[in-house]
């Protein structure tokens, strides 16, 4: 099953707005959760990344919150640019697995000019 | 080129025939990781390797795939007998140690048709 619940499935946002992508977690042994970009035909790129000691994260544009008692994580893209267009992957790793990323099912992001 | 090297970028098999995907890690690395994402889909781990030995296989299906991660030369994943529902991108990853195994660097992956 799906350890790692991500929506929506797709956004559409004007040039200049706000993304926002939420993903759920059950797992309590999670304690890392990065944040993948992935364009057309490419690999997924790391974007950003949390641990659950910290509620917020901000690298640019981009902007991760976690909430630890709620088992959420979101990212919000400010500022959407066309370039942001493409797909964007929650993730979360477990202390007992390291060496595997549990993946959420994707979203894709459109900014229209 | 630094990154993590796939190979071929993209393949064609017939059911039945054998698909060899390679992966050269980033330099410096010696953690690989293999996913694969069917379309529309997130990516799946399939198995994490260190040079020489397979530290976690627990998402490779149990027949026809295989992988290993020589002392010299890329990573390789095999899958025999391919079917229609191998039909996938597959997508090789790398890692400094494992403490940073979620800071994957990912290749541009391998897309695999099976006609």
């Known amino acids: 099953q799906q350890q790692v619940k991500q929506s929506p499935q797709s956004l559409i946002v004007q040039k200049g707005g706000i993304s926002i992508i939420n993903c759920a977690y059950e797992n309590t042994a999670f304690d890392y959760f990065p944040w993948y970009q992935q364009f057309p035909g490419k690999g997924p790129a790391l974007l950003i990344a949390?641990?659950?000691?910290?509620s917020e994260k901000k690298e640019g544009r981009f902007t991760i919150s976690f909430n630890k008692s709620a088992k959420q994580f979101s990212l919000h893209i400010m500022d959407s640019q066309p370039g942001d267009s493409a797909t964007y992957f929650c993730a979360a790793r477990s202390t007992d697995s390291w060496g595997k990323l549990q993946f959420g099912a994707g979203t894709q992001v459109v900014v229209t000019p | 080129n630094a990154g993590v090297m796939q190979n071929p970028r993209h393949l064609v098999r017939r059911r039945g025939q054998e698909a060899r995907l390679r992966c050269s890690p980033m330099k410096g690395h010696s953690h690989v990781y293999w996913y694969r994402q069917l379309p529309e889909e997130g990516l799946k781990f399939m198995v994490y390797?260190?040079?020489?030995?397979?530290?976690?296989e627990s998402g490779m299906p149990k027949e026809r795939f295989s992988a290993e991660f020589p002392k010299e030369g890329p990573s390789i994943l095999r899958i025999q007998q391919v079917v229609r529902g191998d039909s996938a991108a597959y997508f090789c990853?790398?890692?400094?140690?494992?403490?940073?195994?979620?800071?994957?660097?990912f290749g541009e992956g391998s897309r695999l048709t099976v006609l």
């Open positions: 390797l260190q040079k020489e030995n397979i530290i976690d």
């Open positions: 949390i641990r659950p000691d910290v």
């Open positions: 990853a790398s890692s400094a140690d494992l403490y940073y195994a979620g800071e994957l660097f």
